[in-house]
Structures are given as C-alpha cells and as structure tokens.
C-alpha cells in the first residue's frame, strides 16, 4: 500500500532573502510575511536579521 503524505512547506533562505520575498515567492502577497514570522518563534527574533542556509516553516493560508 502507498501512503501518500503532503510534503511540510519549508523555504531555504538564499543571500539576498528578506522575510517579504519569501512571503510574496511562497504566497504571492509579500505583506504576509508576519505569518512565517510567527510560525518560527525560535529561528526569528529579528524579522530583519534572517541568514542564508536557515530553512524556515512555511504554513499554509487560508484564503476569504
């Protein structure tokens, strides 16, 4: 039997990556962007200061 599981959404930051790209490749609206913050409490105390290599939990949006 196959068991067929949904891969967690999870962006590698590159040189150059800001939490607003990130949001705006990964959701199409950079303005999001407090919603990757805030699903990585411990790899993101400074929105601002985020390093290449870091991979960051990316969870999924509920659209209205």
Same mark, same amino acid.
């Given at each position: #039997?196959?068991?067929?599981?949904?891969?967690?959404?999870? #962006?590698?930051? #590159?040189?150059?990556?800001?939490?607003?790209?990130?949001?705006?490749?990964?959701?199409?609206?950079?303005?999001?962007?407090?919603?990757?913050?805030? #699903?990585?409490?411990?790899?993101?105390?400074?929105?601002?200061?985020?390093?290449?290599?870091?991979?960051?939990?990316?969870?999924?949006?509920?659209?209205?």
């Amino acid at each position: #039997a196959h068991i067929w599981c949904w891969p967690t959404p999870v #962006a590698t930051v #590159a040189s150059g990556d800001s939490l607003w790209r990130i949001s705006q490749r990964h959701y199409r609206w950079g303005y999001l962007y407090p919603i990757i913050r805030r #699903a990585n409490p411990g790899r993101i105390a400074d929105p601002d200061l985020i390093y290449p290599c870091q991979r960051l939990f990316l969870p999924r949006v509920r659209r209205r």
